[in-house]
């Protein structure tokens, strides 16, 4: 009997304990067929982002379209009901090799929170590649990293999939630059050991306390001319990403740059001052 109770105890704390993202979050079955992935793929890639066009000629740095789109088509393409936009990838890429040129130090520490598929975190990646400087990202997400799932993606087709296995052709990049962490931000960033946080993509759960705490715990770690990206900087749609970027800005001695890719997609780029 007292064996029995012990078990049950056992068995209800790893219940409490499970991970609910390890429990096919975007759904048991392919959610859409081959083509419809590749016709939102298509127009996704073939539409104009001036502002953001402007933005890689002033900084003098653009990513690989080809390679970017190939990325997002494994990682970006979904289905959902707004528009799909993924040109925070070139947002990462020119703002961080930008940094790199600008600033001297011998190893680039980054921060992610919200890694999603990973392909921020790629894009990243291969930035610092690009620049030839070594680097470390850490990206944080409550999806796991190697257990087989769904993805609401096009490789959803091929059969389940962990994220390593979704992204195998980036292996090198991987293995070179990124660890992804599997947990909430408000029990991993405080734990993250770098001494100095050079650059950080905020894009978890866009609710303002989130924001504020996982900015905090980023800022202790920056000095001058260190960078924050925040993602869904639109009124409207992110309400808590605005209140706490412009806290942060106003508040904290950051610079805000932002950037409209589309009217429902903007971007901010927070430097220290």
């Known amino acids: 009997m007292i064996k029995q109770i012990i078990n ?50 002033e900084l003098d740095y653009s990513i690989d379209k080809e390679w970017l789109d190939e990325l997002a088509l494994h990682t970006q393409v979904v289905i959902k009901k707004s528009d799909i936009c993924y040109q925070h990838g070139r947002i990462l890429f020119s703002t961080l090799c ?37 680097g470390n990202i850490i990206t944080i997400d409550p999806l796991p990293h190697d257990i087989k799932m769904y993805w609401n993606c096009i490789d959803d087709l091929n059969g389940e999939k962990t ?28 734990k993250i050991k770098f001494s100095r946080i050079h650059f950080a993509f905020i894009d978890g759960t866009h609710e303002y306390d989130n924001i504020i705490y996982e900015f905090k715990q980023i800022m202790n770690k920056q000095q001058s001319g260190d960078i924050i990206v ?11 990403v605005v209140t706490a970027v412009d806290e942060i800005c106003s508040t904290y001695k950051y610079t805000k740059n932002v950037i409209q890719a589309t009217n429902d997609r903007g971007y901010v780029i927070a430097v220290k001052e």
């Open 98 to 134: 930008h940094y790199i040129k600008t600033n001297i130090h011998s190893s680039i520490n980054i921060v992610e929170v919200g890694t999603a598929r990973g392909f921020s975190a790629l894009c990243m990646a291969k930035a610092l590649k690009f620049m030839e400087v070594k």
């Open 163 to 190: 994220r390593k296995e979704l992204l195998i052709a980036y292996n090198n990049l991987i293995e070179e630059y990124i660890k992804f962490i599997e947990g909430t931000s408000k029990k991993i960033v405080n």
């Open 230 to 240: 925040f993602d869904d900087y639109t009124s409207g749609l992110f309400p808590g």
């Open 8 to 57: 049950k105890i056992i068995l209800l704390f790893k219940k409490k304990e499970l991970n609910p993202y390890h429990d096919y979050p975007f759904g048991r079955k392919p959610i859409a067929p081959k083509d419809k992935y590749i016709e939102i793929w298509k127009n996704a890639k073939s539409k104009s982002y001036y502002e953001m066009d402007n933005y890689e000629t």
